[in-house]
């Protein structure tokens, strides 16, 4: 084996670079110069995955190393889904949500691991730049709505910065709108 030889990371590099190999499935050249992917059979697939754990044997990983490259991949594969979904609209309607969950239980995530991804995916495509984009596209109204549907973390979404000014902004409308109405709601 290459216990000695390789060092732990250059190892797991190894083993999820044929995990994601044998999971693309087989390759299909087109006469025009496009590729497709078609999906392996089952008995390619169990030789993929049977050359798989040889190849952690050969490394010399043990089977937490293994894991651990799995889980690695599993949280990368819900944080995309978890992005594209949160990039429709911004929100989780109720069938967005079920569907993640689906997703998590068949990636074998926690519910710690998919809620700390999904405030990861929210805070990217949520992000303090996209606060900033357009005037009114996002409001302190729109954000404390989010926060109470979805569980959005505030400090997390909007950087301490953003969320003043948008505080600011909201507090010079109520003062300057003329109808003196109170502003405790956001106290």
Do not use: F
């Amino acid at each position: 084996t290459l216990t000695d030889e390789l060092e732990g990371p250059v190892k797991a590099e190894l083993y999820k670079n044929y995990l994601m190999y044998s999971m693309s499935g087989d390759v299909v050249e087109l006469p025009v110069g496009g590729v497709i992917r078609k999906k392996s059979s089952l008995v390619t697939r169990q030789a993929e995955m049977n050359r798989l754990q040889q190849l952690g044997d050969i490394l010399g990983m043990s089977q937490l190393e293994v894991n651990a490259v799995h889980g690695d991949l599993a949280e990368q594969a819900y944080k995309s889904q978890a992005t594209e979904v949160l990039r429709g609209s911004g929100s989780l309607s109720t069938e967005r949500k079920q569907y993640l969950e689906e997703l998590r239980a068949q990636l074998n995530l926690s519910k710690e691991t998919g809620d700390k991804i999904l405030r990861e995916a929210r805070t990217e495509v949520l992000g303090a730049a996209a606060a900033l984009e357009g005037e009114e596209r996002w409001t302190l109204d729109k954000v404390v709505g989010l926060h109470k549907e979805g569980g959005v973390t505030v400090s997390k979404m909007l950087e301490e910065p953003q969320r003043r000014l948008m505080l600011r902004k909201e507090i010079d409308k109520k003062l300057n709108d003329g109808k003196g109405a109170s502003l405790m709601c956001y106290m």
